[in-house]
């Protein structure tokens, strides 16, 4: 039973990428160093925005890559050598084009599934490592993916996108305490209210 030590939330720097899907990782990260009064402050030493603090009794690292997201292995494997962290005690946050908006799905270990941020990181660390993938819907066509990962969500949409990053912070203890399978239980049978 691995406890988390380091939760990566993924997405691209700067203000004109903040609101657009790709940044769901970062949305759930930001959040949940609101809700336990983690500070995140610029880490240039490892290409990220990073924070420590204690979640549940549990004390967890924070780290939001600032590379864009196609090098986010730049961040993640520096930080883990130098803090030592195994891999399965990592979960990493990222948005998912093959579930609709509004699901979550916890996984563990796999290969990247085309996300360009764990295609960057998964040679420098394993694949061993949790996964919160957050739905943000598919286009429809490989030609509107990335006009789409790169948009932001009509309001409809963002509200079922934030009730299931509500529904990843509420589940948020059970994995830091190890609990994985009790967390992928609850996760993956979530359902979003629809307005």
């Not at 890559?65 to 930080?79: C, D, E, I, K, Y």
């Not at 990181?121 to 509107?144: N, Q, T, Y």
């Amino acid at each position: 039973m691995n406890k988390l030590s380091l939760i990566v939330g993924l997405g691209n720097p700067g203000s004109e990428y903040a609101q657009t899907r790709h940044n769901a990782g970062f949305w759930y990260v930001q959040q949940l160093a609101d809700q336990y009064r983690i500070s995140l402050k610029n880490d240039p030493r490892f290409f990220g925005i990073s924070g420590r603090g204690t979640i549940e009794g549990q004390e967890v690292r924070l780290l939001l890559p600032t590379t864009f997201m196609n090098r986010s292995g730049q961040s993640v494997a520096p930080f883990v050598k130098f803090f030592q962290i195994p891999v399965q005690q990592i979960l990493i946050a990222h948005d998912e084009l093959d579930m609709p908006a509004g699901t979550i799905r916890l996984k563990t270990g796999g290969g990247h599934g085309g996300h360009n941020g764990l295609r960057d990181i998964v040679p420098h660390i394993g694949a061993d490592f949790h996964r919160l993938r957050i739905g943000i819907g598919h286009p429809g066509s490989r030609e509107k993916v990335t006009g789409h990962v790169l948009g932001k969500a009509p309001q409809a949409e963002q509200n079922l996108l934030d009730q299931a990053i509500e529904q990843a912070l509420q589940q948020t203890h059970l994995l830091v305490n190890g609990d994985v399978s009790k967390a992928m239980n609850q996760l993956n049978a979530f359902k979003p209210e629809r307005g």
